[in-house]
């Protein structure tokens, strides 16, 4: 196996596979350039030889042969992982069942975070699975939040201000009014939703909404949160709207709003609940 980490595979010589069967394997693959060099040398390799790329941007993959976009585990499969990075069983200890199935259904299908959460509670009493699942309820789990993060950080400014948007008031909503929503404010939308798609912070429905896994969307929010923890009138997005009315009630505006921004807010809040 072949892995893109330290030295990439811009520093690796594919002579030395010449001819030979190998199975490849690039992890994480960031630039289109990495992948050309690989597709320039593929020659070198042995008949049968197989090369698989994993990248955090679709728009790379344009210069491969087939694309699989890898799904959520199903509850059944989830549960097993879960397990056996607990325990190496693939069913629950005794007296845990109930508690396993709240934390697959947190995790909601993402492997990363089945083995995450699993690793976390390895070893641990009920008591301290049953305070850590409470906490995740308030607070996402550092490990898989910064995990996820790391496809917002390859964002540029407009397209983090559009992803940041769509968590914390457009999801759900059909792509085409949103678009006109963003485009009205400035922002790059059609461009910038697509480097989203790209990127797999969204997924576009069959009736054309925006959708977004559960997991995405509180890493959002957590980003969002870090602007300000305890001063809601200094964050750069409201969408709880009584968190709107308590900035509004008690004069927590901050001088990054004015007041007609944080009514917009409210407005949003309530369309988004009448929806």
């Not at 520093?11 to 350039?33: A, C, H, K, W, Y």
């Not at 999801?171 to 485009?183: A, M, P, Q, Y």
């Not at 009315?245 to 009448?274: A, G, H, P, Q, W």
């Amino acid at each position: 196996m072949l892995e893109n980490k330290d030295h990439g595979i811009e520093n690796f010589d594919m002579r030395r596979l010449q001819r030979i069967n190998v199975f490849v394997v690039l992890d994480d693959v960031g630039t289109s350039e990495q992948l050309e060099k690989l597709i320039l040398e593929y020659d070198f390799l042995g008949p049968g030889s197989k090369v698989i790329v994993t990248t955090r941007n679709k728009q790379i993959l344009s210069l491969v042969d087939e694309i699989y976009e890898v799904e959520e585990l199903s509850s059944y499969h989830s549960l097993q992982l879960f397990c056996l990075t607990i325990s190496g069983e693939k069913q629950p200890k005794d007296g845990y069942e109930d508690l396993s199935k709240r934390a697959i259904l947190y995790c909601k299908g993402i492997p990363l975070a089945l083995k995450v959460l699993g690793a976390t509670l390895r070893k641990k009493s009920k008591v301290v699975w049953e305070c850590e699942l409470r906490k995740l309820q308030k607070l996402p789990n550092i490990e898989i939040h910064n995990v996820l993060k790391l496809s917002y950080d390859c964002l540029d400014r407009s397209q983090k201000d559009i992803f940041l948007d769509i968590v914390c008031f457009f999801k759900g909503w059909e792509r085409d009014r949103v678009t006109n929503i963003l485009e009205a404010c400035d922002f790059f939308a059609a461009s910038g939703i697509e480097s989203l798609l790209d990127k797999s912070l969204i997924t576009i429905s069959n009736y054309n909404h925006i959708k977004m896994h559960d997991l995405i969307q509180e890493m959002g929010w957590e980003i969002v949160h870090q602007e300000s923890i305890k001063d809601l009138g200094r964050r750069s997005r409201l969408w709880k709207h009584e968190e709107v009315r308590d900035v509004l009630k008690y004069n927590k505006v901050s001088t990054r709003y004015n007041m007609m921004e944080l009514l917009l807010f409210d407005i949003s809040c309530i369309v988004l609940e009448c929806c």
